[in-house]
């Protein structure tokens, strides 16, 4: 992560050039450069060159025109433009199914699933990690198994049901870590600390959560690492410890700021406003 940052004036230059002169190979630079846009919070600058490729779908062969469909989806759904996300995921969709392509079908499912479920719509959410969690073991994949089962999990806690999500979130992470997949394990120790903190149990949120944090450190995931932070600020806010939460709230804030977060930067200068409210009165 931290060699393809180093890179990214080069990267932009060739996407600039590609563009107007090789779609296709643009095209293909843009999809492998997903997954980097996202963990590194890059939302805004990989959904411009998305939204650019996408004026180029019509040229490309139709594996191309899906993949291209679906990271735009997923840029789109990280920020917050849940509309365009969620047709444009569709549309992804249905090319992987005419393509018969599963791998690219279980993209679909899943990341529609999560644009469900950031919509507070868990029966829904529930219905398409179900079939993408179907495809997956079709195709035998622990790290797909491992995304659905976690994704289940987030939304059996979102409907109260504790002990059943933690059973999916553990299941999820003795899968990624038997495959060696770092970052599900750092998310689903995360998503562990969450739910102790539902329990009823801050200390032991704080644990986990600092286990995830060290963990998404190591990575250079800096979107995990403003998210942890953030989440650790809560908890700190529940204990009473304004201090820390102050210093977890301004790290969160740097961050969110380097990454061009501006909706990210409202939210938390909002939050640091109010525990100054908070530690007045205290």
Same mark, same amino acid.
């Given at each position: 992560m931290n060699r393809m940052a180093a890179e990214q004036d080069n990267v932009r230059a060739a996407l600039e050039w590609g563009m107007s002169h090789a779609p296709e190979a643009a095209l293909r630079l843009t999809t492998a450069l997903g997954w980097f846009w996202v963990t590194q919070a890059r939302w805004v600058e990989g959904l411009r060159f998305a939204e650019r490729a996408l004026e180029h779908i019509?040229?490309?062969? #139709? =594996?191309?025109? &899906?993949?291209? *469909?679906?990271?735009? $989806?997923?840029?789109?759904?990280?920020?917050?433009?849940?509309?365009?996300?969620?047709?444009?995921?569709?549309?992804s969709l249905e090319w992987h199914q005419r393509e018969d392509n599963p791998p690219g079908v279980y993209f679909g499912l899943y990341h529609s699933g999560i644009i469900a479920d950031l919509q507070h719509d868990p029966y829904v959410a529930h219905r398409l990690f179900t079939q993408a969690l179907e495809v997956a073991r079709q195709q035998?994949? #622990? =790290?797909?198994? &491992?995304?659905? *089962?976690?994704?289940? $999990?987030?939304?059996?806690?979102?409907?109260?049901?504790?002990?059943?999500?933690?059973?999916?979130?553990?299941?999820?992470?003795?899968?990624?870590?038997?495959?060696g997949n770092q970052h599900g394990e750092a998310t689903q120790v995360l998503f562990l600390g969450q739910l102790s903190m539902l329990q009823g149990n801050p200390g032991e949120a704080r644990r986990l959560t600092e286990q995830a944090l060290t963990l998404f450190r190591a990575l250079g995931d800096l979107g995990s690492i403003g998210g942890a932070v953030g989440y650790l600020a809560e908890i700190a806010i529940t204990m009473g410890d304004f201090a820390s939460a102050r210093a977890f709230l301004a790290e969160s804030l740097a961050l969110a700021r380097k990454t061009g977060n501006q909706r990210g930067v409202d939210i938390l200068q909002n939050r640091l406003a109010e525990i100054e409210t908070l530690s007045a009165d205290e």
């Open positions: 019509s040229e490309v062969p #139709p =594996s191309l025109r &899906a993949k291209t *469909l679906g990271w735009a $989806g997923v840029l789109a759904y990280h920020f917050g433009d849940f509309q365009r996300g969620k047709l444009w995921l569709r549309e035998d994949n #622990p =790290s797909m198994i &491992a995304d659905c *089962l976690a994704a289940l $999990g987030r939304v059996l806690r979102d409907l109260d049901y504790y002990d059943h999500a933690r059973l999916y979130y553990e299941d999820s992470l003795a899968l990624y870590r038997q495959v």
